[in-house]
Every structure is written in C-alpha cells, then in structure tokens.
Nanobody
Framework: QVQLVESGGGSVQAGGSLRLSCVVS????????MAWFRQAPGNERAGVAA????????YYADSVEGRFTISQDNAKKTLYLQMNSLKSEDTAMYYC????????????????????WGQGTQVTVSS
C-alpha cells in the first residue's frame, strides 16, 4: 500500500518562497504520475502541478505557471514543490497524490485519477 507524507508547509509573507516535500513509501515508484493539489476553505480541491518520474514535461495549473516548480528525486522517492513569489491566494492545504501508474484515461488534474493521498500540509501566505 502506497503511503505519502507531506512536509514543508508554513507561514510566509507574500513574495516569499516555500518548498514542499512528499515522501513515498510502499510503492515501486515507477511510471507513476505524482501530483500536488491544494484546497482552500470553501473551495474544491484543485490540481497545482504533476509530473512523471521519468523526467517528462510536467503539468502546471495556469495560476502557478512560472512561479512553482515540481520535481522528483527518484533515489529518495520524494516529490517536491518549489513555490516562489507566493501570493495570498496560494493559501491552502497542499496534498500530494499518486495514480500508482493507472491513469484510467483521466487528465492530470482530475481527482478521480488518484488513488493515494497524503494528509496535507498547510501553506499560509500573508499580504
């Protein structure tokens, strides 16, 4: 069974940076799509970024393109999200997720594609 554990959240001023980490265990970690989602109070959970562990081009939501960078360290089985130029609207609980190699024909930002989720890490950006 795949387990995902996020860390790295916190409080930061607008314009600042944070790096989130997600450690994967209990998986072979091959051909998996790994993704970051976020959910603010009163909003639906939405995709932020996603990438495969074979260094294919990643996916980004329009709202974070150019500011956030998703990356993976296959040896450490760790997914990262480098967040720069943070804005107050980036405030949310951030979750990592994996599809365990099965897309089901769904897009990267489709929550139903993912079968394993972490517990989340809170990011708060003050203006």
């Amino acid at each position: 069974q795949v387990q995902l554990v996020e860390s790295g959240g916190g409080s930061v001023q607008a314009g600042g940076s944070l790096r989130l980490s997600c450690v994967v265990s209990g998986a072979t970690y091959s051909n998996y799509l790994m993704a970051w989602f976020r959910q603010a109070p009163g909003n639906e959970r939405a995709g932020v970024a996603a990438s495969y562990n074979d260094f294919a081009l990643p996916y980004y939501a329009d709202s974070v393109e150019g500011r956030f960078t998703i990356s993976q360290d296959n040896a450490k089985k760790t997914l990262y999200l480098q967040m720069n130029s943070l804005k107050s609207e980036d405030t949310a609980m951030y979750y990592c997720a994996t599809d365990s190699g099965v897309s089901g024909g769904r897009a990267w930002f489709d929550l139903a594609r993912y079968n394993s989720w972490g517990q989340g890490t809170q990011v708060t950006v003050s203006s």
